[in-house]
């Protein structure tokens, strides 16, 4: 949630955004006695954040890139 929330912020405020997908973790979510597994969050939370508000990479690309 806080990458969430930092991500969306700081597009808000006209900063370029990069999120490191592989070095966000989160946990499994129960939602009205359904059990959302994590690895549904995270991609729910990546793609949502993808699209506008940052570019959501692997941390090697984000290396690769500054190489």
Do not use: Q, W
């Not at 912020?9 to 490191?20: E, R």
């Not at 966000?24 to 949502?48: P, Q, W, Y």
């Amino acid at each position: 949630m806080c990458i969430d929330a930092t991500t969306r912020a700081a597009f808000d405020l006209g900063f370029n955004c990069i999120v490191a997908e592989d070095a966000c973790a989160t946990r499994d979510l129960n939602f009205k006695g359904k059990i959302i597994k994590a690895s549904e969050v995270h991609a729910s939370f990546m793609a949502a954040l993808s699209a506008p508000y940052a570019r959501v990479i692997s941390t090697k690309e984000i290396i690769e890139s500054r190489a």
